[in-house]
Structure formats: structure tokens, C-alpha cells
């Protein structure tokens, strides 16, 4: 019995793990996203001064 209760508490924690990575990969793609835009913004305002 404790043998699976490892084997259930080490695939929870590697489910766990696996959708961290991934929710932390797709909030820095938003963000590198969002601040290109904003420095490619930037920049084309200081080009037209």
C-alpha cells in the first residue's frame, strides 16, 4: 500500500511540475511578446521626432 502511495504522490508531482514549466513558458512568450511590441513602438516614435 505505501509503494503506491508513492508511486501516486511522485506522478502527482511530476504532473504538477510539467504544467508549471508550461504555464511558466507560455506567460514569458506573452511577455517578450508585449515588450517587443511596446520597444518597437518606442522606437518608431523616436524616428519620427
Known amino acids: ?27 514569458y512568450k506573452d511577455y517578450k511578446l508585449a515588450n517587443d511590441s511596446l520597444a518597437l513602438k518606442v522606437q518608431n516614435q523616436i524616428h519620427s521626432i
Not at 508511486?7 to 506567460?27: D, I, Q
Open 1 to 27: 500500500m505505501g509503494f503506491m502511495l508513492r508511486v501516486r504522490l511522485a506522478s502527482f508531482f511530476v504532473g504538477a511540475a510539467a504544467a508549471a514549466a508550461g504555464g511558466g513558458y507560455f506567460l
